[in-house]
């Protein structure tokens, strides 16, 4: 029997898609817990213009997403830290302070898990620091560092 899952089923498929399942599984299992729908006619041209949608939307994230991208690689991202002599930080430069710092200046909202810092930044200089803005997008934002 063809369905359209409504949720990700393990072992089956993600939500959204048409797959084949056998009858008793999506009478007693899929369809109870509103996890899937048959794929009748009425359903299946729901389906298809709900994916049309979705994948519409998907084409403005990503070219939203590489707008922002040129702009942000197009500039340097200032952050001033307290350090000493020989341009040695005290504490450490961190991916939740780069988001902030993004947040501040481009009021864009930042998940820092995003933002891909190897290490904590502990010397003064410039970096580059890879920051995934959406799937397949990714931004080399120049960050530097200098000293109060």
């Known amino acids: 029997m063809k369905v359209i899952l409504l949720k990700n089923?393990?072992?089956l498929g993600k939500e959204g898609d048409l797959v084949d399942a056998k009858d008793g599984y999506a009478r007693n299992f899929l369809f109870p817990r509103k996890a899937a729908i048959e794929a009748n006619p009425e359903n299946l041209a729901k389906w298809k213009e709900d994916k049309k949608e979705a994948e519409a939307r998907e084409r403005q994230?990503?070219?939203?997403?590489?707008?922002?991208?040129?702009v942000l690689e197009k500039n340097i991202i200032h952050i001033e830290a307290k350090g000493g002599e020989k341009g040695r930080l005290f504490g450490a430069i961190t991916s939740a302070d780069i988001g902030k710092r993004l947040e501040e200046e481009y009021k864009i909202e930042v998940d820092k898990r995003k933002i891909e810092l190897k290490d904590n930044i502990k010397q003064a200089g410039e970096?580059?620091?890879?920051?995934?803005?959406y799937q397949g997008v990714v931004a080399d934002l120049r960050?530097?560092?200098s000293v109060k």
């Not at 970096?127 to 803005?133: M, N, R």
């Open 143 to 145: 960050v530097h560092i």
């Open 61 to 70: 994230n990503i070219k939203e997403a590489q707008e922002l991208k040129k």
């Open 9 to 11: 089923i393990s072992g």
């Open 127 to 133: 970096y580059k620091v890879p920051y995934k803005i």
